[in-house]
């Protein structure tokens, strides 16, 4: 409604309202009812309502959000955030493996405090802490960075004494002892070995090299001084003579 009133006649239809009212009834109305009419009733405008004023959300507090607002647009894709960091819900945030300093609003590894675990055989000397720049904690290539100390990756390896690298570990093998040369009257004491290059393992020609040693064949005795292969010497037994037997004698 306006404050004018008005009459309405067949040569002022609005009765004599300005334009954009009408005469409701003796008083002059806007014609839109979202409308307000000026103090002096010339005119109608919409109504502009001010936006509620808005409370500015509180800091996230987990430990990798920044106490800093941001806000992405074209013309900043980080909203603010430095390099590394993301924008979410108006505050910058680092990753959830980082924590954020509220004065300087940079990105770090949480402080990692030691603890002590029973040393492993792979373990280093050298302590170390994972940061989110260093994974590996400082240790040399090759290692991991275990409960604050140098590991070589390998649990079969160990590290160097000054922890620059890891290595396997190489056992002497036991110290055999030469078995000792076989009984039999067919075996010599002279040792041997089959190769490429040695096909009887220094035995002589007709011997056969088993289980270490030279071997004249089951019906033959080999010499212990010369490793000759040879007959063995009989003695010969008195018998009964028999129908078939020849008058020489022989061994």
Known sequence: DCT???????????????????????????LMSDQVCSSDGSSCSYVTTAAPATTAPPPPTEPHACNKSCTISLTSPL????????????????????????????????????????????????????????????????QSCNAG????????????SDGSSCSYVTTAAPATTAPPPPTEPHACNKSCTISLTSPLGGCKWGQTCTAGFCHCSTAQICSKGTHECAAPTTTTTSRASMPNDCTQTCE
């Open 4 to 30: 004018q009133t008005c009459e309405v006649k067949w040569n002022s239809l609005n009765g004599g309202c300005a334009t954009g009212q009408s005469c409701n009834a003796g008083l002059c109305q806007c």
């Open 149 to 160: 100390l140098c590991q070589c990756l390998m649990s079969d390896q160990v590290c160097s």
């Open 79 to 142: 909203g603010g955030c430095k390099w590394g960091q993301t924008c979410t819900a108006g505050f910058c945030h680092c990753s959830t493996a980082q924590i954020c300093s509220k004065g300087t609003h940079e990105c770090a590894a949480p402080t990692t405090t030691t603890t002590s675990r029973a040393s492993m055989p792979n373990d280093c000397t050298q302590t170390c802490e994972v940061k989110w720049n260093s994974l590996n904690g400082g240790c040399a290539t090759g």
